[in-house]
């Protein structure tokens, strides 16, 4: 008796039958490389953005004014990667830029394609990656050139996951490849791979899954052991700032990261940091995860692995006890985003009358063939057609919820961006602020260079200082006796940005009055907005330093400069004459007569001396 043929259905699902085949393959192109054009529209801006604080210091590594770092630890991301780009793009901010500009869009498309690869409809990839692509929560991981670690960190485990929905060594060596290049751009991805171990379309047993992701889980162990080991984290870019701790910081920081998450009323929502107080929201938006990702499980187990993402893209860093950054959402937001497209599988399950745990219908396989040996009347028995108007229907809620996300995000970005401090044209963003204080120093510190300067010695005159409250950007009166935080100086890393920008420079210096140590530094001020003004060296610069000083009403600093430069040009009848000045407006009216006599004495025939005389009353 001859034995009929297995049907197609029982067998297990090969990893390859879950991509489009031919005849669909195009749409799902033309959607993904839609979602990149939304991401890349969202962040168009960023093309036009300076560099920020640790730009600077991975700069200043490349071109050896700081120590370089001879570890493994983000050396894709760092040594590699600003080796290449300072010696290809030099200090032009825009090519870093870019090339952070077109990860994104890439992540998204690569977001899609996994979506795609575990067996979800394209509306639903669709609406991932859209969500994903086009959040607001990136400015810290797209603006700065530094932020490339998370964009490639991301871009290398998508493209590793993937290849694991292939069957052969080359794939298997591929996926190991591209994963342990992720882990040397950045370690947050570390415990993805454990996605691997779920269940779906294409996954296999438990076995094949198991084999699929030991050799990442693998690497991942490896890294944790030698930054262990090596207690590099302590060491390198940051210092304390990797600080760890396990105790109630690991719940306020998951609270705190997820009410972020779901932040799409204000433009800042990272503004105050970690918040103690995020679990009272923030617990009523972990249970309406945990039963959303229950609700959606059904066919791809979108809404479950979306869910299961987010938490592990986001426990490596809820340990840190000295910052909460937004940034740190980059990945775990491609969870977040296909957590929000499990309820648009939920929906189309529903519109195709699908039970729990069905199969697809056979019009929706991708394979395009029916069961083989059942024909067709009997297969539409088994399963009900799809509803013509349903994928229609899917598409254009996907397409509406992704079009409002969007300008949602749009709105809130160009707020964040545009959002000033109180009375000074800088953005209140504190990643934004520091790149235009750069930005603008760096511009008229070229104007400096080109005319000859070389050694610049910034002062900070007293009373300058201004300080604003970092949730409100409000002018505040800071705390008295206590130093003051120096907005300027912080932003070019203490000067040696400037020196990374401009090679020609041969020191920089920042003091709070000036001393006869830098008598042959060029003496400069430098605005509020970051503006830098040089009034050169010797009595000319000093001259046209407190000319300024007075102008703009810091009389202390005045004083203390004139009591230091007086004797050093005693005879100087403008000098003795400013000096006067400012003692009276200081109400030392004794010192200032005595400067007005000191004036007449030491050079009687200047006109000073007939007005100094006028004031003495003879």
Not at 9 to 30: C, K, L, N, T
Not at 567 to 578: A, E, I
Request: net charge positive; proline share 6%; aromatic share 10%.
């Amino acid at each position: 008796m001859k034995k009929s043929a297995p049907s197609r259905s029982a067998a297990p699902a090969h990893p390859a039958s879950v991509f489009p085949a031919r005849g669909r393959a195009w749409q799902s192109w033309i959607v993904g490389s839609a979602c990149a054009l939304l991401a890349l529209w969202t962040y168009r801006h960023a093309l036009g953005a300076f560099f920020t604080t640790d730009d600077f210091q991975v700069m200043e590594q490349a071109r050896g004014l700081l120590p370089r770092s001879t570890s493994l630890w983000r050396l894709l991301s760092g040594r590699v990667y600003f080796g290449a780009a300072t010696a290809l793009f030099g200090s032009r901010p825009f090519p870093y830029h870019l090339v952070n500009w077109l990860l994104h869009g890439l992540n998204a498309a690569l977001l899609f394609a996994w979506v795609r690869s575990r067996g979800a409809r394209i509306p639903s990839a669709a609406l991932a990656a859209a969500l994903f692509g086009a959040s607001r929560l990136y400015l810290g991981a797209v603006y700065p050139a530094t932020g490339v670690g998370e964009l490639l960190a991301l871009s290398f485990t998508l493209g590793a996951l993937l290849l694991t929905r292939r069957d052969g060594p080359a794939f298997a060596g591929g996926a190991a490849a591209l994963f342990a290049a992720a882990l040397l751009c950045k370690e947050n991805v570390l415990l993805l791979p454990l996605l691997l171990l779920l269940p779906g379309p294409g996954a296999g047993d438990l076995r094949a899954r198991l084999r699929r992701a030991a050799p990442l889980l693998g690497l991942g162990a490896l890294l944790l052991a030698y930054l262990a080991l090596s207690h590099v984290r302590s060491r390198s870019l940051g210092g304390d700032a990797y600080a760890m701790e396990f105790g109630a910081n690991l719940f306020h920081n998951l609270m705190t990261y997820l009410t972020w998450s779901f932040n799409l009323k204000d433009a800042v929502p990272d503004g105050p940091g970690l918040s103690v107080t995020a679990w009272h929201a923030g617990l009523f938006m972990a249970a309406a995860v945990a039963a959303g990702a229950w609700l959606s499980r059904r066919r791809s187990g979108l809404g479950p692995m979306g869910a299961l993402w987010w938490l592990l893209a986001l426990l490596p860093v809820l340990p840190l006890t000295h910052h909460s950054y937004l940034y740190y959402l980059y990945a775990p937001m491609a969870g977040l985003a296909m957590w929000g497209a499990g309820w648009l599988e939920w929906l189309g399950d529903v519109l195709e009358r699908r039970p729990p745990g069905a199969a697809p219908a056979p019009s929706r396989q991708r394979t395009g063939t029916r069961e083989a040996g059942r024909p067709a009347a009997s297969a539409s028995r088994a399963a009900p057609p799809a509803v013509p108007l349903a994928g229609v229907a899917l598409g254009l809620l996907a397409l509406l919820l992704a079009a409002a996300h969007a300008m949602v995000s749009a709105r809130l970005l160009h707020e964040r961006v545009s959002e000033q401090l109180e009375g000074i044209p800088l953005p209140r963003d504190p990643y934004l602020r520091k790149s235009e204080l750069a930005r603008n120093a760096s511009a008229d510190m070229a104007a400096y260079v080109a005319a000859g300067g070389r050694r610049a010695v910034f002062l900070t005159p007293a009373g300058s200082d201004r300080i604003f409250d970092a949730s409100t950007g409000r002018l505040t009166g800071g705390v008295r006796g206590k130093k003051t935080y120096n907005l300027f100086e912080a932003s070019l890393d203490h000067g040696r940005a400037l020196r990374a920008f401009h090679p020609e420079l041969d020191t920089v210096a920042f003091v709070d009055r000036w001393t006869p140590q830098y008598r042959d530094f060029d003496i400069l001020i430098y605005s509020a907005e970051g503006h830098a003004l040089s009034f050169g060296r010797g009595l000319a610069g000093h001259k046209g330093l407190v000319q300024a000083l007075i102008q703009y009403r810091y009389h202390e600093a005045a004083r203390q400069h004139l009591e230091t430069v007086v004797p050093m040009f005693p005879d100087d009848p403008q000098l003795r004459w400013w000096y006067s000045y400012v003692l009276g407006k200081l109400g030392d009216i004794p010192g200032s007569r005595v400067q007005l006599e000191e004036l007449v004495r030491r050079a009687p025939e200047d006109t000073l001396a007939s007005r100094a005389r006028a004031l003495l009353g003879g």
